[in-house]
């Protein structure tokens, strides 16, 4: 295997990892553990949230370099599971590359949980968080619907291919909305509570808990990227449920 073949394939791991929402180190640690055990001396590798660049030399002191744009962001820990396995297959049987394209195909490929069950999660969640944060019965099984709702909203913004920020913003939106006038026609009871259940759906919670342990790993940069990226999708929230209550006229 070339050594630009061998940078391709690991890049492409790390790629995946990155999209995943998996942390800079995890990504670097990977890229590395890769690229030497194909027999790379040094492997350089400087990763931030929209790149990947990676610099490698071997035994000859032939050095190769390969940059990879990132473009867009997620989670998705149990593809980050199996991309951990992969990466962990390749240290250890070194296979070919159209082997190592076509399993990363298939992972990629494979939905971890139909739709349908994110959504009944989604419900769930929204019904459990409602009540957990003071709301009645009744404003949890209310929250509960407008979960289901809100994972299927999300799903089709995610396939119209809107920017994450706007997305969030009409979500939340919508959300409340629909939380403000069925609370005002008396079936819920406490729309705080309600809309509070279902915002916590769209909470970068995990890219803010990544965010923190790139910048106490040392990663700085991509530490503050990241924490800026979860801010900004939290302010879109706010501004959708502000928008609501202007709408309506303020809440119920």
């Known amino acids: 295997m070339t050594q630009e073949q061998i940078l391709s394939c690991a890049l492409d791991v790390g790629e995946q990892m990155l999209l995943c929402g998996a942390e ?3 990504v670097e640690t990977a890229i590395r553990f890769i690229c030497n055990a194909y027999g790379c001396v040094r492997t350089d590798v400087f990763t931030i949230t ?3 660049v990676v610099s490698v030399m071997d035994r000859e002191g032939n050095h190769c370099t390969q940059t990879r744009r990132i473009t867009g962001t997620g989670t998705d820990l149990t593809k980050l599971h199996r991309l951990n396995d992969l990466s962990r297959e390749i240290c250890a049987k070194k ?4 082997y190592i394209r076509s399993r990363l195909h298939q992972i990629c490929e494979k939905e971890p949980y139909p739709l349908w069950l994110q959504a009944l999660g989604s419900a769930l969640i929204a019904f459990s968080f409602a009540v957990f944060f003071g709301g009645s019965l009744i404003d949890g099984l209310v929250a509960a619907p407008l979960g289901l709702g809100l994972r299927y909203l999300t799903w089709l913004l995610q396939r119209s291919g809107m920017n994450q920020i706007f997305s969030n913003v009409v ?3 919508l959300l409340a909305i629909s ?3 069925l609370t ?3 079936i819920g009871q406490d729309v705080n509570k309600i809309i509070i259940g279902n915002i916590m759906l769209l909470i970068p919670g995990i890219a803010l808990t ?3 342990r790139d910048m106490i790993s040392g990663d700085i940069m991509t530490g503050m990227l990241r924490f800026f990226d979860a801010v900004l999708v939290a302010a879109a929230i706010a501004a959708g449920y502000i928008l609501a209550a202007q ?3 303020g809440a119920a």
């Not at 296979?95 to 159209?98: A, I, N």
Request: aromatic share 4%; glycine share 12%; no cysteine.
């Open 50 to 52: 929209s790149s990947i």
């Open 179 to 181: 939380a403000l006038l």
């Open 171 to 173: 979500a939340s939106f």
């Open 210 to 212: 990544n965010s923190l």
């Open 184 to 186: 005002r026609s008396g």
């Open 24 to 26: 800079v180190g995890r």
């Open 95 to 98: 296979p070919e590359p159209s």
């Open 247 to 249: 709408v309506l006229g």
